[in-house]
């Protein structure tokens, strides 16, 4: 595994983040004429299909009993609840603010390693951490008054928290990842549509939605579900977990600027200011200087013991 990416996959690796930041219009946009519990079920059951379906075209491995049991509770917990509540949250509010409080995941995944390992945080981290709730705050406490804006934030950071749930209780060493992703979303697309049939949800015609809903479920599916999942795992195997989750980082960027271009959404400075300082945050509880220099160490080491 390398930890340098090159050109070319620098290329591809913005084109993912690109993706991903995109992918927070495409389900405002659809979920203003699709319920947003069928709406999830259609973003996740077929991009599924396409990624096992191509990933059986290039490998041998089978899919056993232990493979769909192991997915089951994943797919809940990092497809079914976040999908659902992303489609939800972004009902009243922005897709770019949607997208900030995503960025989230990697503080809950730090939350859960402190409590799971009973390691001592260092004062930076906590500091990174009372900035990123301060800044969540700062979003949300102007629409404190108003329960139907509050909700959809702490419905937004649920999804988030438990997408990293469902990360966590994932082996990093699997040897089936694509073959597990598309397990993943195919039974969390099966659930949401359970879901949304026993919620009564009201599935819309096709003839009835407009072109630009129909752009956007078609994004999800093809470009999102297959396409940015399928790539987000090729970065992760190729540079690490730290790499691959710096469209963390990017994709928020992304998506507050399309929708302030293409989804007429409109910020206060408050909210960019406190938007910018979430994502520093974020960059502050997860990096790791001790490791940084271990690494820089260790090639050291390797070049003098080459030469």
Same mark, same amino acid.
């Given at each position: 595994?390398?930890?340098?990416?090159?050109?070319?996959?620098?290329?591809?690796?913005?084109?993912?983040?690109? +993706?991903?930041?995109?992918?927070?219009?495409?389900?405002?946009?659809?979920?203003?004429?699709?319920?947003?519990?069928?709406?999830?079920?259609?973003?996740?059951?077929?991009?599924?299909?396409?990624?096992?379906?191509?990933?059986?075209?290039?490998?041998?491995?089978?899919?056993?009993?232990?493979?769909?049991?192991?997915? *089951?509770?994943?797919?809940?917990?990092?497809?079914?609840?976040?999908?659902?509540?992303?489609?939800?949250?972004?009902?009243?509010?922005?897709?770019?603010?949607?997208?900030?409080?995503?960025?989230?995941?990697?503080?809950?995944?730090?939350?859960?390693?402190?409590?799971?390992?009973?390691?001592?945080?260092?004062?930076?981290?906590?500091?990174?951490?009372?900035?990123?709730? +301060?800044?969540?705050?700062?979003?949300?406490?102007?629409?404190?008054?108003?329960?139907?804006?509050?909700?959809?934030?702490?419905?937004?950071?649920?999804?988030?928290?438990?997408?990293?749930?469902?990360?966590?209780?994932?082996?990093?060493?699997?040897?089936?990842?694509?073959? *597990? +992703?598309?397990?993943?979303?195919?039974?969390?697309?099966?659930?949401?549509?359970?879901?949304?049939?026993?919620?009564?949800?009201?599935?819309?015609?096709?003839?009835?939605?407009?072109?630009?809903?129909? +752009?956007?479920?078609?994004?999800?599916?093809?470009?999102?579900?297959?396409?940015?999942?399928?790539?987000?795992?090729?970065?992760?195997?190729?540079?690490?977990?730290?790499?691959?989750?710096?469209?963390?980082?990017?994709?928020?960027?992304?998506?507050?600027?399309?929708?302030?271009?293409?989804?007429?959404?409109?910020?206060?400075?408050?909210?960019?200011?406190?938007?910018?300082?979430?994502?520093?945050?974020?960059?502050?509880?997860?990096?790791?200087?001790?490791?940084?220099?271990?690494?820089?160490?260790?090639?050291?080491?390797?070049?003098?013991?080459?030469?």
């Amino acid at each position: 595994m390398r930890k340098k990416l090159t050109l070319t996959e620098g290329y591809i690796f913005f084109l993912l983040c690109t +993706l991903q930041g995109s992918c927070f219009l495409a389900l405002k946009f659809s979920v203003e004429e699709i319920p947003p519990l069928f709406l999830a079920a259609i973003q996740a059951g077929p991009a599924g299909v396409l990624v096992l379906g191509f990933i059986a075209l290039i490998e041998s491995k089978k899919i056993n009993i232990s493979d769909l049991k192991r997915a *089951l509770l994943i797919s809940i917990l990092r497809r079914s609840i976040p999908l659902a509540c992303f489609s939800y949250a972004v009902i009243p509010l922005t897709s770019g603010l949607l997208s900030v409080f995503v960025s989230t995941a990697p503080i809950w995944a730090f939350i859960w390693e402190f409590f799971s390992t009973k390691r001592v945080p260092a004062s930076r981290q906590v500091f990174g951490l009372l900035v990123g709730f +301060l800044c969540i705050g700062i979003i949300a406490l102007p629409n404190a008054s108003n329960e139907a804006t509050m909700l959809p934030v702490f419905i937004a950071i649920l999804g988030a928290a438990s997408a990293v749930a469902g990360s966590m209780l994932t082996a990093e060493n699997t040897s089936k990842p694509f073959q *597990l +992703l598309g397990l993943e979303l195919i039974i969390g697309g099966l659930i949401l549509w359970a879901a949304s049939y026993l919620a009564g949800e009201t599935i819309p015609a096709y003839s009835s939605l407009s072109n630009r809903a129909v +752009l956007g479920v078609s994004f999800l599916v093809i470009f999102y579900g297959f396409f940015a999942q399928i790539g987000h795992i090729w970065i992760m195997t190729i540079a690490g977990a730290s790499e691959g989750m710096l469209f963390i980082y990017v994709s928020p960027v992304i998506a507050l600027a399309l929708g302030f271009i293409a989804g007429d959404e409109h910020f206060s400075v408050s909210d960019i200011i406190a938007s910018l300082m979430l994502l520093i945050s974020v960059y502050i509880v997860r990096f790791n200087p001790t490791a940084k220099r271990r690494r820089k160490v260790d090639k050291q080491r390797k070049v003098q013991a080459a030469g």
